[in-house]
């Protein structure tokens, strides 16, 4: 893809490792694009993708800042937009994203983090939002997806006060799913990944879908989607597989 960004395909799996190791894969502007960009050239053909950093020392440490440094008011602002495009289309990607947090993930790394699917940490991890002590707040999502996942109390407390938490206190708070030995965790990321690949599609889709609703709508709009996503997969292809196997006694064929 670019220097800082590498995407690579192992089948249906893709996975899209953040390459500035030497910037502890800080997200500056360029590699915010490039992020983008892999994103876009994943999308339609992963069926699961897998986010991860290279190097043994960071996810991603946050964004840049050395290059926030010198912005003014009208460049964070087109800074915090590219930020939140990019966490967006994460968060809207087609398919299940997982990430592998391999060492730090601070500030925008952990807003990276966030804005996927399922969060597996290194025993290594170390996550939170540190911008407080940068006269700062989260720009890129985590004053709104934070909450959402651990309750307004500890995430009030990780921003405010700015923490940074190891694996395991994050998997006790349910900031992560699963805290996994260092040197097992790409090829448990990756063996997840093969699982959720071989998931029917489309149905997958619309779970993903149905399940964002509920950060971003009330009960009886959520209640409404999902009836209405629920009835649009009958007459699927993996709906009638998925069905007929059942009753077949035997195991799926998906496409």
Not at 57 to 71: R, S
Request: aromatic share 6%; net charge negative.
């Amino acid at each position: 893809m670019s220097e800082r960004v590498a995407l690579a395909f192992d089948g249906d799996v893709a996975t899209l490792t953040i390459d500035r190791p030497a910037h502890l894969n800080a997200l500056d502007t360029a590699t915010l694009e490039a992020l983008d960009a892999a994103l876009e050239e994943a999308r339609g053909e992963a069926q699961a993708l897998v986010i991860t950093g290279a190097g043994d020392d960071a996810f991603v440490a946050g964004a840049d800042i050395a290059e926030m440094a010198e912005m003014n008011t009208t460049e964070a602002e087109a800074y915090s937009r590219l930020g939140h495009d990019v966490m967006s289309a994460v968060e809207s990607f087609p398919a299940p994203v997982i990430a592998a947090i391999n060492g730090y993930a601070i500030g925008g790394g952990c807003e990276l983090a966030l804005a996927c699917d399922f969060r597996v940490a290194s025993e290594r991890a170390v996550v939170g939002h540190t911008e407080i002590d940068l006269g700062i707040t989260p720009g890129w999502g985590g004053t709104q997806r934070l909450p959402r996942l651990v309750g307004d109390e500890t995430a009030r407390r990780l921003i405010m006060f700015g923490e940074r938490i190891d694996a395991s206190d994050a998997y006790n708070l349910g900031l992560v799913g699963e805290v996994i030995a260092h040197d097992d965790l790409d090829d448990h990321a990756a063996a997840m990944a093969a699982d959720l690949a071989a998931k029917p599609t489309t149905a997958m889709r619309a779970a993903k879908e149905s399940l964002n609703q509920a950060r971003t709508t009330d009960l009886a709009a959520g209640l409404d989607f999902e009836r209405r996503t629920w009835a649009s997969l009958f007459d699927t292809d993996d709906q009638r597989e998925g069905m007929a196997a059942f009753l077949d006694d035997r195991d799926p064929d998906f496409e």
